[in-house]
């Protein structure tokens, strides 16, 4: 396939994502495979695909296979730490997201999914940590003012807490 047909393809992809009709998405992303086993893109997007029809394992499979072509991938390194959360694989995640952080020290999504890691593992000090981090690159961060703000009610300090739950909400008076 040269590069016109791989680039109809693709428009083929984006046409059928769009029409949320992920059955023939899938399809034309396997025949640009086909064609190119590495080609990064296609790869991703199937990696996306199988996160929003929740098979998880199968996504993994190809955020490995992305980060194994390209190591430097932020994307792929960020949706592999998602996806091995999802399969409650922790400890990997944060290893992923870690390695995010390398790639990007000012990553508040990593940041704030690192803490909320620590948070369910009930390791509280770490995810304080995580969170503050967070929060010091952007003080109004909605998902980290609200992950923050339940953290440090569990710690008993309701008064900054309901003050960052009202950052991230503006619902709290």
Same mark, same amino acid.
């Given at each position: ?7 109809? &393809?693709? @428009? ?6 769009? &029409? ?12 640009? +495979?086909? $064609?190119?086993?590495?080609? #990064? &893109?296609?790869?991703?997007? =199937? ?14 499979? !190809? ?11 932020? $994307?792929? %390194?960020?949706?592999?730490?998602? #996806?091995?959360?999802?399969? /409650?694989?922790?400890? &990997? ?5 870690? @390695?995010?952080?390398? =790639?990007?020290?000012?990553?508040? @999504?990593? =940041? ?7 948070? /369910? %593992? ?7 940590? !995580?969170? $503050?981090?967070?929060?010091?690159? @952007? ?6 003012? %609200?992950? !923050?703000?339940? =953290? +440090? %009610? ?20």
């Amino acid at each position: 396939m040269d590069i016109q047909l791989i680039k109809q &393809e693709f @428009d083929l992809f984006k046409k059928f994502y769009s &029409e949320r009709n992920l059955n023939l998405a899938i399809l034309s992303l396997n025949k640009i +495979l086909k $064609e190119n086993p590495n080609q #990064t &893109e296609a790869i991703f997007f =199937l990696g996306i695909i199988n996160v929003q029809i929740k098979n998880f394992k199968q996504a993994k499979i !190809y955020f490995l296979k992305l980060i194994k072509i390209k190591p430097d991938s932020i $994307e792929g %390194l960020f949706n592999l730490g998602m #996806t091995n959360y999802k399969l /409650d694989f922790l400890d &990997e995640a944060i290893i992923n997201f870690h @390695d995010v952080l390398k =790639l990007d020290d000012k990553n508040k @999504d990593a =940041l704030n999914n690192i803490a909320k890691i620590y948070k /369910d %593992l009930n390791n509280f000090e770490k995810s304080k940590m !995580y969170y $503050e981090k967070c929060l010091s690159l @952007d003080p109004k961060y909605i998902n980290a003012c %609200l992950g !923050y703000g339940g =953290l +440090l %009610l569990k710690l008993n300090q309701h008064n900054k807490g309901l003050k960052y739950l009202q950052n991230g909400t503006g619902f709290i008076r």
